[in-house]
């Protein structure tokens, strides 16, 4: 008797006995068992994760003479099973659409459709690689699909359900299969090495899980071809060399020298690889997996069920994830990806290889562009904690004032003097009567608390007229010196009001967009410089349902037209110093609307 591999031995006869797709098998034994059953089935799904085992043992549920009717188990010993089992029953017949695609094959399956089964209840078609069918013999397919006779059932099998017309899909019940998980596979193997008697390690069958990659049947042809290699003991070794991949920890050593930025470690590395004979495509896709599960276990831990490997690959991931930020194992595992796909159409694989992890290494040294700008921003006035990375420039909060020299902010100044207050005045009367000494600091800055902004003292009580356009000008200011840009913007163009103790802007926005920018600090910040301006506390009010109004850019102002401030601007300064840029065009995307 000639020896039967382990993928038709152990072959499903049972729904109960099929891994991985019990959302099918749990909806096919319903739909059974409640007399439901569909005229046309489509399997769709990855190779070897069970399709066309379904498709038999839905045949032999639906013919087994065990039962007056369908059953939803098989019993696998009658007549009917035992020849769908063996692929010779005269009412099932599988086709290999591969083949029989054409408009004349199709043509006779329709014309003997027509005729009722020998023997079974049913007559079955199950059609194989069904995305293979030309067009024209699917046209030849509608009608019978449409209205079959009551005895017919076909089922598609397919690995690209996308190429299935769209007219035979919306007549058939579509089951999309999933790939087979790996603890899934993991534990397959492990039951069919113990009815086999072979000894395996655990890290030897994790391999084999992995290689099989969703699909159980190439799990169990690896296992067929390792028996036969090592005999009655499978050790991770012999299996490495079967599949072809690399050493145990060699991946993680690449890495290492990435993270140390040795380039020459990395060579070295590759070429005792290529001159063991391994290959550069197949090795790229090992690093590529191997880069994503680490950028995994950084995010999500290395316990993460999203792992699918062996716990000796999760510590190996681990440590690399501590190597590096998830921005750069992202940043790595897209380098990766692109050189892997350039492999498969490159000539000299090894020297684009190498170019791949040399590019690695080397994205270790580049600074990346937001840290730049967030550094130009510090150098203007506007710091970050060190070593924190940050997307944008961070406003760090204020020390409190007992700790700080007493420090005027020059906007607070600078509307004093239009103002004709002295900072030397002698201790005046506030609005509700207290003294405030003239040399009480005015604390101003990004995002100020509140309680540590004190409003300047007034000379007297005779209200002063109220120059709105001073007043925008320093609000605006302070929130530019604050880093709250996007915010002055839509200020800038809003209709100021002074109401007595109340700043009133009307801004072109609606109320989701002003709570989504109006920040509890940056609320605090503009009361704090109103107040200043005014001399005296103000409460502020941003409101809807204002015109736009002409930007301060378009207005004449002291600091020049679009290009001047833009030369002014401390960022743009100092890209100009670290990459010797030019000024070429400036558009103010304000002056559009």
């Known amino acids: 008797m000639s020896y039967q591999v382990l993928a038709r031995k152990y072959r499903p006869q049972k729904f109960s006995e099929v891994i991985g797709q019990e959302h099918v098998t749990r909806t096919l034994k319903n739909a059974i068992d409640q007399g439901r059953t569909a005229h046309g089935y489509i399997f769709s799904g990855h190779r070897g994760i069970g399709k066309t085992t379904i498709a038999r043992i839905l045949a032999m549920a639906l013919n087994c003479r065990s039962s007056d009717k369908p059953v939803t188990e098989p019993c696998g010993v009658c007549e009917s099973c035992t020849e769908i089992r063996a692929g010779n029953s005269v009412d099932v017949i599988e086709i290999d659409a591969a083949t029989n695609r054409g408009i004349d094959e199709i043509r006779e399956l329709r014309e003997a459709a027509r005729y009722r089964p020998a023997r079974d209840r049913f007559k079955i078609y199950i059609l ?128 290492q020298a990435v993270a140390q930025g040795s380039s020459e470690q990395v060579l070295k590395l590759v070429d005792e690889l290529i001159t063991e004979g391994h290959s550069p495509t197949h090795f790229a896709r090992q690093l590529v997996r191997f880069l994503r599960n680490a950028m995994v276990a950084k995010v999500a831990g290395a316990e993460s069920p999203l792992l699918q490997i062996s716990a000796d690959e999760r510590s190996r991931v681990a440590r690399v994830a501590e190597l590096f930020s998830e921005e750069d194992l992202a940043r790595h595992l897209q380098i990766m990806l692109r050189t892997h796909g350039e492999l498969g159409y490159r000539q000299e694989q090894r020297f684009h290889l190498e170019l791949g992890l040399l590019k690695l290494t080397h994205a270790q040294k580049l600074l990346p562009l937001e840290q730049l700008l ?22 760090r909060k204020p020390e409190p004032v ?192």
């Open 374 to 395: 967030s550094e130009a921003a510090g150098a203007s006035g506007t710091s970050r904690p060190a070593g924190k990375p940050s997307v944008v420039p961070e406003i």
């Open 128 to 255: 194989d690689e069904a995305h293979q069918i030309t067009d024209a013999a699917f046209n030849a397919l509608l009608k019978t699909l449409e209205e079959p006779p009551a005895h017919v059932v076909f089922m598609l099998a397919t690995t690209q359900p996308e190429d299935i017309p769209q007219t035979i899909r919306s007549r058939c019940q579509h089951f999309s299969f999933r790939a087979v998980r790996f603890e899934d596979i993991l534990g397959q193997l492990r039951d069919l090495a113990a009815r086999e008697k072979i000894e395996a390690d655990e890290d030897a069958l994790a391999l084999l899980a992995e290689a099989g990659d969703g699909s159980m049947r190439d799990a169990l042809s690896i296992l067929d071809q390792a028996i036969a290699c090592c005999g009655g003991r499978l050790t991770a070794e012999v299996v490495r060399q079967l599949v072809g991949a690399a050493p145990s920890g060699v991946l993680e050593n690449v890495m």
């Open 402 to 593: 007992a700790s700080r020299p007493n420090y005027v902010s020059p906007f607070a100044a600078d509307s004093a003097r239009k103002s004709k207050l002295s900072a030397e005045a002698s201790p005046a009367m506030t609005a509700r009567g207290a003294p405030v000494m003239a040399s009480t600091p005015v604390v101003m800055g990004a995002a100020a608390p509140a309680a540590a902004v004190e409003p300047v003292a007034i000379a007297s009580e005779k209200q002063i007229p109220v120059n709105t356009d001073n007043l925008r000008e320093a609000v605006l200011a302070a929130l530019a010196h604050a880093g709250q840009r996007m915010l002055a913007a839509m200020l800038e163009v809003g209709e100021w009001q002074v109401n007595g103790n109340e700043v009133v802007i009307k801004v072109a926005a609606s109320a989701p967009v002003i709570d989504m920018s109006l920040s509890s600090d940056a609320k605090r910040l503009i009361m704090a410089t109103a107040s200043g301006v005014l001399g005296k506390p103000v409460k502020l009010n941003i409101v809807p349902g204002g015109v736009a109004q002409t930007p301060a850019a378009s207005r004449p102002a002291s600091n020049g037209g679009g290009r001047t401030r833009v030369e002014q601007d401390p960022i743009v300064q100092r890209m100009k110093e670290k990459f010797g840029a030019e000024i070429r065009t400036v558009i103010d995307y304000r002056e559009k609307r």
